[in-house]
């Protein structure tokens, strides 16, 4: 046999499985979010950071508008000058998330107090078209944050939802709720956990 006619044998390298990419949203920090927003990255947007999400918020109306207002004028009031009544501003509440309350209390001043609100005695929210995200997400998150006290001011029922006694619960959002939840109507008052002595009538917080 000569060599051109010599029998061979050939072997093919297996081909490798293609890798597939999975597209993941990116995870935003506060650092990241408080540098494009001091960027004016938003500009006229309202936008808070959830959950590393960065979520567009409604424009408030002017309901929402004038029951912030008075929720603020009536706070201003009743915690002394040893406390910072804020309004729509900053909170965060762990590394990822930064609701944005529409007002809330912390213990100390403008210069005595962090960004980071350690402090916080009681959060607001005024819920027109949020209901439902304020007494449900936004709820376990400052359950989370272990505030005592948070309101939500339902402007179109017309009452309001006290949450206190903030625990641990595997099951919930953030492994944190809140144990006691009470409804209050525009007919009842009722006092803040950390002034137990001022009487708030839930009507004066309402538009």
């Not at 929402?64 to 207002?69: A, E, K, L, P, W």
């Not at 709720?177 to 956990?193: E, G, H």
């Amino acid at each position: 046999m000569n060599a051109l006619s010599t029998p061979f044998t050939t072997t093919t390298a297996p081909i490798p499985a293609p890798q597939v990419w999975n597209p993941t949203p990116y995870h935003w920090n506060n650092d990241e979010f408080r540098i494009l927003t001091e960027a004016g990255c938003f500009r006229d947007k309202f936008v808070m950071l959830i959950n590393g999400e960065i979520i567009e918020m409604a424009n408030p109306s002017p309901k929402h508008r004038r029951s912030v207002g008075k929720v603020d004028y009536m706070l201003k009031s009743i915690f002394n000058t040893n406390h910072w009544v804020r309004v729509q501003d900053g909170l965060e509440t762990s590394p990822d998330t930064n609701p944005c309350p529409d007002v809330a209390v912390l213990n100390g001043t403008p210069w005595t107090t962090p960004d980071s609100g350690e402090e916080v005695l009681l959060v607001v929210e005024v819920s027109d078209t949020s209901f439902a995200y304020d007494r449900g997400t936004k709820a376990h998150i400052y359950a989370a944050k272990s505030i005592q006290d948070y309101w939500v001011i339902d402007v179109n029922g017309r009452q309001l939802l006290r949450f206190r006694d903030p625990i641990a619960d595997p099951s919930a959002p953030r492994g944190y709720r809140y144990a006691t939840q009470t409804t209050l109507t525009d007919q009842d008052t009722f006092s803040p956990l950390a002034t137990a002595h001022a009487i708030v009538p839930v009507v004066q917080l309402l538009p």
